[in-house]
Antibody, heavy 121, light 108 residues
């Protein structure tokens, strides 16, 4: 059974860097069948796609966040990570890591439980 | 970016009702349209992918249809556990995946 688990600080100061890690178990993070990504949800609001990384290492980011975002994979640890620079209060959200199906219509078939990150001094 | 617009934004219905939620894309997306259900405090759950394919384990009362720019999610007979928020999502543009704003389904 696939499991995704987000980890990282729950509180980040304005202008600093938000760093989260997603640990993957029950599936190979190196498989070409899947991609890995991050989605966030501000309190009481809808879902916002942050970015995606494919097995090839190719990354795609939300244009509104692209200048501040980096997603990377560490296959040796079966983890992928999110870095978001220069955060503000608007970046306060529940951050989800997720797996997508690269062989169909890129649907997101597994989600982590989510981690609340608050940006505040 | 491809914009996804759901309607209605909220909906009140009763157990046993048939409910339809619509999602419109700002440009052609073929059948790269997925539907998710989210309950409070939980991660979203995939219901429908490729516009009309039922995800494994999802009850058959859920169905999806559409192609191009207009799509629908139908729940044939609402059950108590179906009251949640529903999101559509386009994956046609790999460069920029986008979600609809959500439809909150409440008990009447």
């Amino acid at each position: 059974q696939l499991q995704l688990q987000e980890s990282g600080p729950g509180l980040v100061k304005p202008s600093e860097t938000l760093s989260l890690t997603c640990s993957v178990s029950g599936a190979s993070i190196s498989s070409s069948t899947y991609y890995w990504g991050w989605i966030r949800q501000p309190p009481g609001k809808g879902l916002e796609w942050i970015g995606t990384i494919f097995y090839s290492g190719s990354t795609y980011y939300n244009p509104s966040l692209e200048s501040r975002v980096t997603i990377s994979v560490d296959t040796s640890k079966s983890q992928f990570s999110l870095r978001l620079n220069s955060v503000t209060a608007a970046d306060t959200a529940v951050y989800y890591c997720a797996r997508g199906d690269n062989g169909s219509k890129l649907q997101i078939d597994y989600w982590g439980q989510g981690i609340l990150v608050t940006v505040s001094s | 970016d491809i914009q996804m617009t759901q309607s209605p934004s909220s909906l009140s219905a009763s157990v046993g009702d048939r409910v339809t939620i619509t999602c419109r894309a700002s440009q052609y997306i073929s059948n790269y349209l997925n539907w998710y259900q989210q309950k409070p405090g939980k991660a979203p759950k995939l219901l429908i992918f490729a516009a009309s394919s039922l995800q494994s384990g999802v009850p058959s009362r859920f169905s999806g249809s559409g192609s191009g720019t207009d799509f629908t999610l139908t729940i044939s007979s609402l059950q108590p556990e179906d009251f949640a928020t529903y999101y559509c999502q386009q994956s046609y543009s790999t460069l920029s995946i986008t979600f609809g704003q959500g439809t909150r389904l409440e008990i009447k």
